[in-house]
């Protein structure tokens, strides 16, 4: 098509425009600066597919942001400690909205368990720590726990195998409890319930 034409007047432009939809009011196009509209008149037939796909694919976008607070429910996420009881003997910090669930998954009765807790199952509950408002406010208490347990010295254990094992066990308990009153310095921790499952002394 043959851009250099003379300039077609107002009413015929009004009644093009009319009958054709691709032809804009030089009203509208005045009010818009010209490498635009030339841009989007010609390439008027992929902006539409794409404009027809995207309120779908958003307003699945926004319905998934929508239903994820509602997971996000303190009765739900909770920071969990567990502790394997067969060699290696180690303990495991994670977080999860389903801690029955995950505990299988650590113990390989279903799939998904994290790779770092495949060696040493069965894993035990040793601590539950709940009553938190969401996901990322048990994510930053996860992170604080394992950060000042990586910093905490460790003691270790002496005497027969028997002995050892169990005094493995108690050690990496302790270690980790001193770890959680570190935390508690740092982040307010009122409104969370802390519930040892096992013995620590």
Known sequence: MNL???KIDLQMTRLLSGTF???????SVST????PSRSSSSSSSSPLKLSRSSPSASASAISRTRSEPNTDDSRTWCVYLILSTSPPIKTYVGVTNDFHRR???HNGELNGGAKASRAGRPWLCACLVQGFKDRSEACVFESKWKSFSRKLPRRRSCGDMEKQAEGVSQLLLQHRQMALDRVKGVLDCSLLEINWKLNLT
């Open 21 to 27: 939809r691709s032809i804009k009011h030089p009203s």
């Open 4 to 6: 250099n034409l003379p």
């Open 32 to 35: 818009k600066p010209k490498g």
């Open 103 to 105: 505990l299988r998954q």
